[in-house]
């Protein structure tokens, strides 16, 4: 084994996809790349993220209680990184990068419709805000875009490196 710098463990754990956050505040709609989040529970579906406070999102998120998930295929992976360069304060991400907002059923951020899924949510727990500018959040209504299929999803591993989802495998399972 080898020494590894701690600044790059995360690089090993990153739990899922990289995803768009979108969030809207006085009438303003913004995007952002974020792949730190995980599924906490099912039913109801529960997501835990993170969302630094440096993020031009963040005080939408935490003044609205609402945002959407959507999930990006591997077409738009040089869009989710250049979203991700990027910030809200100084640009209108869905105009500079062409993405399309849709209306959202249940909240007021705008579903991406150039994406494979999105889950609108609404933020049911701040504890962890203050200490960790982690949010936990209830997804209220989900949506998958049909024309769609067998989307690939990209993974960061840091310093411009992402992976995409590869082969799928079936095991043997009792857990559904």
Not at 88 to 117: E, N, Q, Y
Not at 124 to 141: A, G, H, P, S
Request: proline share 6%; glycine share 6%; charged share 20%.
């Amino acid at each position: 084994m080898k020494n590894l710098p701690l600044l790059k463990v995360y690089q090993f754990l990153e739990p899922g996809p990289v995803v768009l956050l979108t969030t809207a505040r006085k009438g303003r709609a913004n995007v952002m790349a974020m792949s730190w989040h995980m599924m906490i529970e099912f039913e109801p579906p529960q997501v835990a993220c993170v969302v630094s406070n440096a993020n031009y999102s963040f005080n939408a998120l935490r003044a609205t209680g609402e945002c959407v998930i959507a999930i990006p295929a591997r077409k738009l992976a040089a869009k989710v990184v250049k979203i991700g360069e990027s910030s809200g304060r100084d640009i209108d991400k869905f105009a500079a990068f062409g993405l399309t907002a849709t209306p959202a059923a249940r909240i007021a951020p705008p579903l991406v419709a150039d994406c494979f899924a999105n889950l609108e949510c609404k933020v049911t727990d701040t504890r962890f805000v203050n200490k960790y500018n982690l949010f936990i959040l209830q997804v209220l209504k989900a949506w998958v875009h049909p024309a769609q299929r067998l989307p690939q999803t990209i993974h960061h591993r840091g310093y411009g490196t992402f992976v995409v989802d590869g082969a799928t495998i079936k095991l043997k399972s009792r857990i559904h």
